[in-house]
């Protein structure tokens, strides 16, 4: 089993709409996630991070934690045509030692 | 303004031909990392540094090496490379590597061997 996997394709969503994403992660032991977001070509951009079972939010992003299902989400409201772009999923696999896994990302599209 | 700063952006070269790419933080931080990014594979860690002389391996350091002889700067180096070293990579920082901080990227480089 892959470390982080993100298995959705990509998302098309209406602008205004909310995008769901999903990532579980197979280190039971993973003690913080962290959502990017990358346009192309260009660098990946923290968007949020979590630490905690539970909903954490800020502005349009919340993010969710169930660290007994082994899964984090990001949900992004009232999404904007600028919110296009490829989420990735990190998780910080080892406390001590800030080694990050990537998920393959998500691609959303906002449709105007 | 803080940043991660890597040199070159963009580089074209030829199989065998020694390249250093540069990676400069202005934060302070302790900790700082090498990733490729490939198609289909996602960003990969390829060397981290905890912090001043001490560095280590990540999931994919074979064909690298790796300095940390200054606290800012975490210089990524290819001896003899090769057309599967052709990657998009980025260097990383985070304030601490003993706790966990969210890593700030650089701009990237995209590195073309032929």
């Known amino acids: 089993q892959k470390e982080v996997e993100q298995n959705s394709g990509p998302l098309s969503v209406p602008e205004g709409a909310i995008a769901s994403l999903n990532c579980t992660y197979s280190?039971?032991?993973?003690?913080?996630f962290f959502w990017y977001r990358q346009y192309s070509g260009k660098s990946p951009e923290l968007i949020m991070f979590i630490y905690s079972n539970g909903d954490k939010e800020d502005g349009r992003f919340t993010a969710q934690l169930n660290k007994a299902s082994q899964y984090v989400s990001l949900l992004i409201r009232d999404s904007q045509p600028s919110d296009s772009a490829t989420y990735l999923c990190?998780?910080?696999?080892?406390?001590?030692?800030?080694?990050?896994?990537f998920g393959k990302g998500n691609q959303v599209v906002v449709i105007p | 303004e803080a940043q991660v700063t890597q040199n070159p952006r963009y580089l074209i070269t030829v199989t065998g031909k020694k390249l250093t790419v540069t990676c400069s933080q202005n934060m302070n931080h302790e900790y700082m990392s090498w990733y490729r990014q490939d198609p289909g594979l996602g960003l990969r860690q390829i060397y981290y540094s905890m912090n001043v002389e001490v560095t280590d391996k990540g999931d994919v350091p074979e064909g690298y090496k790796v300095s940390r002889k200054e606290k800012r700067n975490f210089p990524l180096i290819l001896e003899s490379p090769s057309p599967n070293q052709t990657s998009l990579y980025f260097c990383?920082?985070?304030?601490?590597?003993?706790?966990?901080?969210?890593?700030?990227f650089g701009d990237g480089t995209r590195l073309s061997i032929l």
């Open positions: 280190d039971r032991g993973s003690q913080s």
């Open positions: 990190a998780v910080n696999l080892y406390y001590g030692n800030n080694r990050l896994a």
């Open positions: 990383a920082s985070s304030l601490e590597g003993r706790s966990n901080q969210p890593q700030h």
